[in-house]
């Protein structure tokens, strides 16, 4: 799931979205409907809008095991807050009204 976009995610958020979106025992891509494959592109998109726009450098270790995963930088959060609502608005998707709600307070600085 995290293929779908370019962006590393937690383990717990790629979860708590499959289990959301009841695809949790799903093992191939194949298998997903392209309804399945855009709502869960467009949920990872909004973790992605609704997080800062900067995430620092994250090191895991465990005994000999590491795994370093750079930071982040969102530069166009607009593209992925249209991309994001033309996914759940093409397929009639209840979290566009949470999507709804927020936009009450954004404002786009040029």
Known sequence: MSSLTG?????SVLERIALEREVEYIQYIDDLSQKDRDLLLAD???????????TSSLTK???AFSQTIGSQYISDKRGIYELM???YTK???PKMEVVNDMVG??????
């Open 85 to 87: 609502t033309r996914l």
């Open 7 to 11: 962006f590393s995610f937690e383990k």
């Open 61 to 63: 270790q465990h005994g």
């Open 44 to 54: 990872l998109l909004f973790v992605v809008y609704t997080s800062p726009t900067q």
């Open 105 to 110: 307070g954004l404002v786009w600085l040029e």
């Open 91 to 93: 397929w009639n998707d």
